[in-house]
């Protein structure tokens, strides 16, 4: 589906099995959830626009090319989820199976800090190659593994998530069993009414040159984690 420079506006459902794919240099907007009812195939933008879209459900693939807002459960049974350009948290959300690529900066709506949730498939890798939180800190970031697998998630660059927002969750980063993470930048994370970071995975992971303040309980919960390593924070 092409439009040119003018923008798309899909104001009711879409479902079924076939692939959608939109190019425009305008703002496309998806008002409603899409394959809610019936998954698509799969999903993608053109570069150059930007994209509002409120959760997807695809059995393959969903590839953003421009600036998206998202919003809602983004769910990829057997592909993998893909962003080229920036993302802005609109609402809580969370990105559910196969492999997970964030290549721009992701920050939430401005002072509402909303969550990010992130759930690759089975012994699939998340990597987050841009700034997280450094414009508009995200109320949370947890990390996470199918049921009895394993995910690989990779932080390359800064992370901000606060407790003192309007949608913030009560603990900050949670990297939960099974995941192995790398965070390449550091992290600050403060202001939780809960702990600051809490690691529940026995799999291997370094947590240093974070800065952990203001939180209501511990610093750094480590709960069933036998292969951490804490240093220079």
Known sequence: FGSGGGDV??????????SLSVSSS?????????????PLESLSTSAGGTTAIAGVVTSGNQSYGDDVSL???????????????SSTLVGPVSVLGGDVL???????????????????????TANLNGAVGSTDPLGGLQLNAVADGSAMVNVNGT??????????????????????AAFNRGAV??????AGVIMSSAEPMTISDFL???????GIQVTGA???TISGN
């Open 226 to 228: 036998n292969a951490a």
């Open 26 to 38: 305008g703002a496309t907007t998806f008002v409603r959830v899409v394959g809610s009812l019936d």
């Open 189 to 194: 994370v403060g202001n939780f009414s809960g």
């Open 102 to 124: 964030f290549n721009g900066s992701i920050d939430s709506q401005p002072g509402k800090g909303f969550q990010l949730a992130l759930t690759p498939g089975d012994a699939k």
């Open 71 to 85: 919003s809602g459960l983004y769910s990829v049974r057997d592909g993998a989820f893909s962003v080229s350009g």
């Open 9 to 18: 506006t899909f104001s009711g459902t879409v479902d079924g099995t076939s």
């Open 212 to 218: 952990i303040s203001g939180n209501g309980k511990d």
């Open 159 to 180: 992370l901000e998530v606060q407790g003192n927002l309007g949608y913030s969750s009560d603990r900050g980063l949670d990297i939960t069993e099974g995941v192995t």
